[in-house]
Structure formats: C-alpha cells, structure tokens
C-alpha cells in the first residue's frame, strides 16, 4: 500500500510540475468570417498601424487598425478576455485589436439581439455604429465600403 501511495505521489509531484512549464490558451470566440475582418481593418485603416495609433475623430479617441475606443474595448472584455490588460497597449497589436473586434462582436452580434444569424453587414454596421448599428441607416455606408472590400 505505501509504494501504491509513492508512486501516486510522484505521479501528482510531476504533473504539478509539468503544469507549470505549460502555457494554456483559452480559445476565445471568434465570429467574424476572416474576410470579413480583414475588410473591416482594410475600411478603418487599410490595415495598417496607425502612427501615431491613437488619433482623435469626431471629439473621440480611436486607436489601432480598427480605430477602437475605449469604451468598446470595455465591451469587449465582457467576451473577449483580457485583451492585454490594457486598451492602448492591445489597440497598438494587430493580433489585439482583432481579437478586440471578435469579443465585442461575441458580445452584440449575437441571435438574440438580432433575431437572425449574424452576417458581415451585422458585424461591420455594429463595428461601426455601435450595439444598434445594424440598425441604423447611419452605418450603410460603412456598410457598402466592407460589402466593396469583400467582392
């Protein structure tokens, strides 16, 4: 019985420490199509850095290659992890950024807010126009650009 419990030990002791070598990566929700994403970017900065990446637009501060704000890397958060800890630090990371998109897209383009599976329009209105923007005459234009990018 006391080697059964040795050898239990050991097996615990070593996967404790295996544990700790290892980096685990929580897979976050990703609903943007890629093109669809790469076409939002494309619109907002043709999918460059901005220099300098953060730049004031209609009284607002924007930042990065998606011209994110503050307050919807907030929203962001809600689904999309911590993104970096920090809105300019991730909005300055095009990974960041992306994922930025696919949280808060996670968070407002989903069925039950828009009583359908969400498309590019949804996504790229909501980008644009906030929560409501796909329903918002206001985001169409926006929209036509993405919709331009994508054919």
């Known amino acids: 019985m006391a080697v059964v419990i040795t050898n239990?030990?050991?097996?615990?002791?070593?996967?404790?420490a295996a544990l700790g070598t290892e980096k685990y990566h929580v897979a976050?929700?990703?609903p943007v199509p890629a093109d669809c994403l790469r076409c939002i970017c494309i619109v907002e900065s043709n999918c460059k850095m901005p220099s300098?990446?953060?730049?004031i637009d209609v009284g607002s501060l924007l930042c990065g290659p998606y011209q994110i704000k503050d307050d919807?890397?907030?929203?962001?958060?809600?689904?999309?992890?911590?993104?970096?800890?920090?809105?300019?630090?991730?909005?300055?990371?095009?990974g960041c950024s992306g994922e930025?998109?696919?949280g808060y897209m996670a968070r407002f383009a989903?069925?039950?807010?828009?009583e359908h599976e969400p498309t590019c329009e949804d996504f790229a209105r909501i980008h644009?126009?906030?929560?409501?923007?796909?329903?918002?005459t206001s985001t169409l234009k926006y929209w036509s650009r993405v919709k331009?990018?994508?054919n």
């Open 8 to 16: 239990v030990l050991i097996f615990c002791a070593v996967f404790v």
């Open 28 to 30: 976050l929700p990703t």
């Open 52 to 55: 300098p990446v953060c730049q």
């Open 72 to 94: 919807y890397w907030n929203d962001a958060r809600m689904k999309g992890g911590d993104l970096m800890g920090s809105w300019r630090k991730c909005t300055a990371d095009m």
């Open 100 to 102: 930025t998109v696919q």
């Open 110 to 114: 989903v069925i039950s807010r828009l």
């Open 128 to 136: 644009n126009g906030g929560p409501n923007g796909y329903n918002r």
């Open 148 to 150: 331009e990018c994508l």
